[in-house]
């Protein structure tokens, strides 16, 4: 199932930029939860195109409609079926995608392997593919908030060399207090400046988006290949435009030695804790108490008001420039779907702790 | 399954760093491969305890026995159980990790996660784990190098700060020409002294270890969930001491302009080529037939033969200084194991894509 | 995913009676697969409510609409994702249901498992959970006749003691020919006759389905768990109402004697044959080239215009009498469900040997 | 994964009749379980050959070792593999089988499926494989035991038309106290007479072996796919031999009118029950507190001491006899089979209804 994610708790993911629109169907959503399409709809509000200045003014209003397993405002247990139906389409504006290979994107690499693609908006590899995550995930971060008071936040931490310091205040508000979603509002300002800077040449921007999970139980995540902090890195990497994970220490980690990177114990309140946290709240692939921490490396925007050289669909060399409404930079919108992803993770691996090693007491 | 990997070709790996032996099922290999226990033997042989003089001393021999899958020297399509028996164990060595936890290591997660545990010499989270990813992806490279000449090469392109040049050249010969599997003998020999070094302060180091994948057909990896490059990094940070991944341009890639990173598209004797690889080989998560190319972080060995403050299962604050033979940097013995999960990985999504989308011409 | 059917041709079906509607996302078609809603539409009429005077006089159009994995009359490769509406709901009609068990349905087990349930028409208990199978494999049965000339093809066998003769001539034409979807026309009549006056009753009726798979080529299967006929048997009793299912001799083959049972192998026309086919064409899990023969057993029908001994939801002993339009025999209109399942499971059996053992010529 | 079984409680069986060795890698179990391999032992004594007169006489005492998962005497929740050495072969009794297809038997579609094959005793199709699950099946068998008393015990209940009573009591100790596994005395002597009687014949008879769960909760089992009795259906069609399977009423009941067949509903001290069991223990796939009750057909062994038609693998048709030591009838051992696998069903559903709908009180 290649467009499924997720072994208890999984969403199953479809639709295309331009045709009915996009959806998805969330299996294994534990019963009795209060849900509603408002709360769906928030997430994906932080998502949209055209909410901000920096990012692509297309306008999809991505009105998101449930359209089973709720009964009474709860969840039942079976699959929630998500849609959100396409609108503003302007399939003249992909008219050259259709023989003309757009450089670092997925067209040439669709046409190899299906054969046969959806050119138009960029098919099934479009970004609208991410809403069904967010919408899922949405679900996902209220069963974490109701269980365990359990806090999923992302944030824009650094774009081309513009990075926010270390020991800035992180919270939801400072976020979403300014467009580009970088908790600490001089950088914001300047992230921003450059955003608009670079729009202007025609040009993009990539960065580094950084995630905290606060408030975590010890024991998530599986030892061998199902660590936690391999799901998420799967997590991560299977977004549009991302080229790199790093958990806790991450690459930087790797300059220092032992007895500089571990993370002593200590006993904190009648609790094992960890006197520093450059392991990122994993250990031994499970989850220690700590925050979970990690970040992940987003690509400059492929798509390009500039000429580039490319081929067409015989092989001829030729040129393409972009027309019409694009994202300078994609990370203020990609924040919400990091969250989005990492939610899905902990809920699955929530309940596959529960299934393996909260069932029996022997 | 929390202990397999794989869709179609799936391993299950088994058993613990003290007790019978550690093991591996591989289900879904192709049937009529001529194969070896010798050729397995090889790949052992690279990662096994002992080999040069900056790894662990440890005697571990890490004979393979194959007890099933083949017939007459070839695989039967059923699945192939490959055993290695544990020796060298002095349990006496490891009593006080009983009732210790080892800083950054998987001590107290499993202890919380399972509440009873194998203490022993780590019990699952032993790096004797990886023997049984080592056989299986043995059995993957001769499928690769059979089916279609792909070559998966890596090696450890930086210790610390002291990195081999990006334009040095790399084969397997140059790799396995000294005891730290760097290419590069200048910079080898500064990393094997260095590893040297920090051994008899009792301190370890970690680096980074660089590996590509070359002859890859165009379309392997899913578009969504199973991008080729989302389950290279869920291999990666499946191996133990990992803390990163990233692909192509990586994280150095967020600092560029969306014009400085495309990978523009050329007619190279009638193939579609790109004229630079910063996509690292895969475009929307499929490979795009250039070499795919990856580093992963591996942080400083935890255990170290200093004094650490950690506690113990009761809660008591204590010390804890390893004794016994252990390895300062894992980087060279896990050169073989990043190649063989990267082969078990190509090896997967080249059944997946036979299944789909070589299936039937319509 | 319980919702999920399928290792690699997988479908996840969603919605309930009531609400929003039912539909399918189907995951693995290969690509280049010309289709279009009619083909799906003409299955789904042959399930649907008010189709003859033998069945269930709901008015439900349940007219299919494709909204991913087309493009230009051609699939994809990605997720085809269809959906029907529900319509003529009357929910005053199943008011009683809220609050009491329906002798042999499943809303006692589903108030236990999941605490809260939508007791509106059945809710994801409903017959119509099929319509996703049925559109599904509708995509199936098409793969399936452009690739390999296979047809699958099922009829009612038996209603209650009355049974055609197993010499009857079967095609398409002659199911079709009559309301209850048996090939023999005189037992046909004798059938909907029953069926009739059992419905004057109030009553309800079971039966037996047969089911045979023709010009299968000899392979698919897996040889212990994933048995041909073990895949059919969970599909089959995954069907609502189902009780039973046979293979080949089944039943009745256990009172014959070894030298009896055998079905020896000829050299036909230069092909291995057998001689009889009691195996029901699979040996040892795997398809052998004969026709795939099985049955199913359908109990009569739950709902019944009589009154029933039960509890309500408080525990309390009460009486229940259905009220409104129910199927006195689910049979006719299981048949086009069970060839829907075969040909699912066929497909996915289909990929999965093509993607083991007719990927590389070692 | 063709070779595993199990969504959370999952086996993955291996090896040949003849080869290094059966085994199995059991996953997913729950931690802190007190095991022994004298437990496991029990249960393969019950499935090995030699143990009474009526099955072949090979000498196979089938010894388990457990590898891995177990320290001091409990589950550690990491990956039980256990391994079974064969011995006692006789690679020339099945010389001819190297070039021969046994009527109903694997040798033809396994030749043809994978193209190379191991002949020698029947390599993966023989029943040896099932030791396996004998082996999983124990710890299984332990887990239910422990939780919740649960008792599943099965018994041959016809050898071809020698039927024993639905009347007559059913304990462990009668079944066990006859070479054939019947509980009624009566009836187990006719059975044996019987199976000597064709065995001196040079022939083989089949049967039904019945099955019941008692003690269940309620709530086991999805509502769609993987209903309860589904995943048994499933689990019983992948064992060599079956050709049928029912639940309840089974194919019987589809002779019934709905109101002679449907279980009323009665509060029986203070508990939702059925009056009658024809659901067999499951409702809308869900258990709903009765007794789970199935049955399983197995045709007559298809290995004869007589001579057949047959073709050779260059489609010369030829004769074949067997030779050597083979069961007339394998439902005595089968008996232990079926409830293994009955039990491993039930744990993984277990552990699914737990970490969906038991995980979270909203």
Chains 1, 2, 3, 4 share one sequence.
């Not at 967010?134 to 081309?160: P, S, W």
Request: glycine share 10%.
């Amino acid at each position: 199932m290649p467009n499924s994610f997720g072994k208890l708790f999984t969403i199953s993911t479809w639709g295309e930029s331009h045709g009915g629109g996009v959806g998805v169907v969330l299996d294994g959503c534990p019963p009795g939860l209060p849900l509603t399409e408002e709360e769906i709809q928030v997430e994906l509000d932080r998502r949209r195109p055209g909410q901000s200045d920096i990012v692509t003014p297309r306008k999809e209003s991505d009105t998101v409609h449930i359209l089973s397993g709720l009964y009474e405002g709860r969840t039942t247990g079976t699959p929630i079926s998500m849609l959100v139906h396409n609108k503003d389409q302007h399939p003249e504006a992909y008219s050259e995608m259709k023989t003309v290979f757009r450089p670092s994107h997925a067209d040439y690499t669709y046409q190899t392997k299906f054969g046969h693609r959806n050119p138009e908006g960029g098919g099934r590899s479009s970004a609208r593919e991410t809403i069904g995550r967010v919408a899922a995930g949405a679900v996902a971060k209220k069963i974490l908030a109701e269980a365990g008071q359990v806090e999923t936040i992302a944030y824009v931490k650094r774009i081309q060399d513009i990075e926010m310091p270390d020991d800035a205040e992180v919270t939801n508000a400072l976020i979403e207090s300014n467009a580009v979603r970088c908790p600490h509002a001089e950088t914001a300002e300047a992230m921003i400046e450059r955003i608009k800077d670079v729009r202007g040449q025609g040009d993009s921007v990539g960065g580094v988006i950084e995630c905290v999970i606060r408030n975590l139980p010890v024991g998530l995540g599986e030892p061998v290949f199902d660590r936690f902090e391999a799901d998420l890195a799967k997590a991560m990497l299977s977004l549009p435009a991302t080229k790199g994970f790093e958990v806790g220490s991450g690459f930087a980690g790797t300059t220092m030695k032992g007895s500089e990177h571990n993370d002593p114990f200590e006993n904190r309140d009648g609790e094992v804790r960890t006197q520093t946290n450059r392991s990122g709240g994993v250990q031994g692939g499970i989850t220690n108490g700590e925050d979970v921490r990690f970040r992940v490396a987003f690509k400059p925007t492929a798509t390009l008001l500039q000429a580039q050289a490319t081929v067409d669909v015989d092989g001829n060399e030729t040129e393409l420039k972009a027309r019409g409404r694009h994202d300078p930079c994609v990370l203020p919108r990609a924040v919400p779907i990091v969250e989005a992803m990492a939610n899905l993770v902990t809920v699955d691996h929530w309940m596959r702790q529960h299934a393996q090693n909260r069932l029996f007491a022997f």
